[in-house]
């Protein structure tokens, strides 16, 4: 019988290494541990090493569709095809960051919500029969963070296509870039870049229906990372939780869901929790 594998992207630190060590522990095939950078992915390893786990690793930049590319070919050529796949890869700028908010918007867009995007297109055409895909969220995803009504219904709409949330996506990027994006959009990129992933999953669901596939986006909860600039208040183990509860314990018909830290599945488009 062919390995089993699972790949977690930006898995050298916080709630993507715990993922990884997760899955290292209960797991019955391999693990790949990736990141953009070499040195901090297999020093990574090294430390999961220490506590008896033995990921693999491969470099993978995700906002860079040759490395995309070069991976895809690795897991193909060596195993036949992929099992579980977490996109937990994100960037978050601070409140207090410097950076105007159309060099923001333009960033958090292009790792958050695009690099997911080319990363699936080039890793779904090898998903195995059964595989889960778990796009790691936020409660910033949820759909009431929007405040248009007008963008929200659109953004729910059932019959939503990927170019036309990657258009709604640039769109926002747009607004930033003139300034008139708040009253619509709000004042967050990050929201908007996990509004948008949240939908993305819900539609990726969709187009997998007739395959047994299973897509869910996951608010892993406030965990202390760097990306909380450590105000966090789950250990990353805990904000592993509901990540790791999709991607290897969840029914079947947990498909097409945006999933709480809890567990809970919650209403993406209803009021906030």
Known sequence: MATKVAVVTGGNKGIGFAIVRGLCKR?????????RDINRGTNAVAELNKEGL?????????????????FRDYIKGNYGGLDVLVNNAAIAFKNN??????????????????????TCELLFPILRNGARVVNVSSSCGHLSNIPSADL??????????????????????EAAKQNTHASKWGNSSYVVSKVGLTALS???QRMLNDKDIKVNA???????????????????DQGADAPLFLALDAPDSVKGQYVWSDRRIVNWDGPHP
């Open 27 to 35: 797991f019955d095939g391999v693990v790949y541990l990736t990141s």
């Open 152 to 173: 929200r219904n659109r953004l729910k709409d059932p019959s939503l296509t990927i170019n036309e949330l990657s258009d709604l996506m640039r769109q926002y990027i």
């Open 202 to 204: 819900m539609i990726q």
């Open 218 to 236: 996951v608010h892993p909860g406030y965990v202390d990372t760097d990306m909380t600039s450590h105000k966090g208040i789950l250990t990353i």
């Open 54 to 70: 033995n990921p693999k690793y491969h470099q993978l930049d995700t906002t860079d569709p040759r490395s995309i590319e070069v």
């Open 97 to 118: 960051a410097p950076e105007p908010v159309a060099v923001q918007a333009e960033q958090t867009l292009a790792v958050n919500y695009f690099a997911v995007l080319s």
